[in-house]
């Protein structure tokens, strides 16, 4: 951010240590100026991004300082806080840390939109548009040699449905991605609903099986696969040099158990342990579904 001091003009640096380092010896030199009297005439504010029209726009495409000659300098998103860059694509519940004269704060709010309340708005055009493309999806039956049948399913339909709109971002004033707010509860809300009804309707038959021989070697079986292919899963991530976070959210998925992703989320808030999990849980789906008619 460009301040003057004193008319002369003086460069406000954020970053890390490295590129400040590589900025100074750009730009000139470092001043001994107290940063507080340099920062007087700036204002810096978290701001929340609830206007959808901002969805998906790259910051270095909203001419900020020609606007309001203001500037973002950090961004936080899913508890993670990061230096904005123009290349940074926004999404709807972003934090973005804003720096500006005063009199121009209140337009950079409002242009950014920064509603509490916007947050919990559920566009529910891009939901039932989403889930009934997801279904059509599901319906569509492929048959096979020997009279034999394909079909996606609704649950599987949905998911590759949703991976596809996720990547899309939007399609004009259509946004398919929800904030993270409503993202977080539709999940939390959704790991209820799945376990509570895989209780229902696995419980009697577990009590019935759970304590005969073949209900043993099951578990059994089971723990070893498990292991087994946790282990691989690890090893394989040490060598690609991935983070204990992405492994532990990769692990959740290639098992397609939300459990282990709740229990991950509740040891790390960081992003990616969804991000291990959303680029497997997908793809071990549909590999499952796709095995089932020829293991029949």
Same mark, same amino acid.
């Given at each position: 951010?460009?301040?003057? =001091? /004193? ?11 490295? /590129? ?19 920062? /007087?005439?700036?204002?810096? +504010? ?15 495409? =909203? ?5 309001? $000659?203001? #500037? ?12 904005? @860059? ?17 009199? %121009?704060?209140?337009?950079? %709010? ?5 509603? @509490?309340?916007?947050? *919990? /708005?559920? #566009?529910? !055009? ?7 493309? $997801? ?13 034999? *049948?394909? *079909? ?10 949703? =991976? ?14 929800? *904030?993270?707010? !409503? ?18 309707? +696995? ?8 304590? @005969?021989?073949?209900? $043993? ?23 690609? $040099? ?19 992703? #709740?229990?991950?989320?509740? %040891?790390?808030? #960081?992003? %990616? ?24």
């Amino acid at each position: 951010m460009l301040a003057l =001091l /004193n008319d002369q003009p003086i460069l406000v640096l954020d970053g890390t240590e490295k /590129n400040i380092d590589e900025a100074v010896q750009a730009f000139g030199r470092r001043t001994d100026a107290d940063p507080a009297q340099v920062m /007087n005439p700036l204002q810096t +504010a978290m701001v929340i991004v609830t206007a959808r029209a901002l969805a998906d726009r790259r910051l270095g495409t =909203l001419s900020l300082r020609e606007r309001f $000659g203001a #500037d973002v300098a950090r961004l936080r998103r899913d508890d993670v806080e990061s230096l904005a @860059t123009p290349q940074t694509e926004l999404k709807v519940g972003d934090r973005v840390l804003i720096v500006t004269t005063a009199p %121009r704060m209140e337009a950079v %709010r409002d242009f950014f939109g920064n509603s @509490t309340r916007g947050l *919990s /708005n559920l #566009d529910w !055009i891009s939901l039932g548009t989403g889930m009934a493309l $997801g279904y059509l999806l599901g319906m569509v039956t492929i048959p096979l040699p020997g009279g034999a *049948s394909f *079909s996606l399913g609704p649950a599987a339909g949905c998911i590759l449905v949703g =991976l596809a709109l996720g990547a899309i971002g939007r399609t004009g004033p259509t946004v398919w991605e929800p *904030s993270t707010e !409503i993202a977080l509860t539709l999940r939390q809300f959704g790991l209820m609903l799945f376990l509570g009804v895989v209780g229902l309707a +696995a419980g009697p038959a577990f009590i019935e099986t759970v304590f @005969t021989r073949v209900g $043993g070697l099951a578990i059994l079986m089971s723990a070893v696969l498990t292991a087994l292919t946790a282990a691989l899963l690890i090893a394989a991530a040490r060598l690609l $040099g991935q983070s204990v976070d992405r492994t532990f959210g990769a692990l959740a998925g290639i098992t397609g158990q939300p459990a282990i992703l #709740d229990y991950a989320l509740s %040891r790390s808030t #960081d992003a %990616r342990v969804t991000e291990g999990y959303a680029q497997l849980f997908a793809l071990i789906m549909v590999v499952k579904i796709a095995t089932v008619p020829f293991l029949l």
